[in-house]
T-cell receptor, first 115, second 114 residues
Framework: DQQVKQNSPSLSVQEGRISILNCDYT??????FLWYKKYPAEGPTFLIS?????DKNEDGRFTVFLNKSAKHLSLHIVPSQPGDSAVYFC??????????????FGKGTKLSVIP | SAVISQKPSRDICQRGTSLTIQCQVD?????MFWYRQQPGQSLTLIAT?????????ESGFVIDKFPISRPNLTFSTLTVSNMSPEDSSIYLC???????????FGPGTRLTVT
């Protein structure tokens, strides 16, 4: 049972336009969400996160939106740059219980920004 | 964040052999984790490496197959034992600092079993 789903395996966007990456989750106990970026032959790099008490968090060109009622979050990148081309992973955490440190990851979306 | 290194970066191994992967962090951390990423799949947590005690394994992973050591707060090893082609994956270590949910990952070890 996949608790974190990224239904788009890939996305292509023109340089300068907005990239929107989507993520859905099924576990209502998740209360902290993170986005990671991964280049080939490198480990995932933490990008941005959001707590369930917020519906938006912004850091430079990156904004994450959370819709708890829909169990949906999205990452917006504006403007998109060729260096943003990577695989983006959505991850979620449940802060309650013994495994509160665990992250559950989606399968990733490969973003290609076309110059 | 943290600077994390892994050795080896990649290896090709024969079926039935074992490989030990090392993870070194540039500062002391309480929590270290080992993940596996099979081709086209998400990152799956294998175990939490506990300093001074046995690792805590997730469902589907056992100590005999993936023994883990954590001799101090900056170092851990994961051994993939009696390998089969199904073990071909990227293996990643990560760390988490107290007070945050973010985990920071090493560069990964790409393992191919023939």
């Amino acid at each position: 049972d996949q608790q974190v789903k990224q239904n788009s395996p890939s996305l292509s966007v023109q340089e300068g336009r907005i990239s929107i990456l989507n993520c859905d989750y099924t576990n209502s106990m998740f209360d902290y969400f993170l986005w990671y970026k991964k280049y080939p032959a490198e480990g995932p790099t933490f990008l941005i996160s959001i707590s369930s008490i917020k519906d938006k968090n912004e850091d430079g060109r990156f904004t994450v939106f959370l819709n708890k009622s829909a169990k949906h979050l999205s990452l917006h990148i504006v403007p998109s740059q060729p260096g943003d081309s990577a695989v983006y992973f959505c991850a979620a955490s449940d802060s309650s219980g013994a495994g509160s440190y665990q992250l559950t990851f989606g399968k990733g979306t490969k973003l290609s920004v076309i110059p | 964040s943290a600077v994390i290194s892994q050795k080896p970066s990649r290896d090709i191994c024969q079926r039935g052999t074992s490989l030990t992967i090392q993870c070194q962090v540039d500062s002391q951390v309480t929590m270290m984790f080992w993940y596996r990423q099979q081709p086209g799949q998400s990152l799956t947590l294998i175990a939490t490496a506990n300093q001074g005690s046995e690792a805590t394994y997730e469902s589907g992973f056992v100590i005999d197959k993936f023994p883990i050591s954590r001799p101090n707060l900056t170092f851990s090893t994961l051994t993939v034992s009696n390998m089969s082609p199904e073990d071909s994956s990227i293996y990643l270590c990560s760390v988490r600092r107290s007070g945050g949910y973010e985990q920071y990952f090493g560069p990964g070890t790409r393992l191919t079993v023939t």
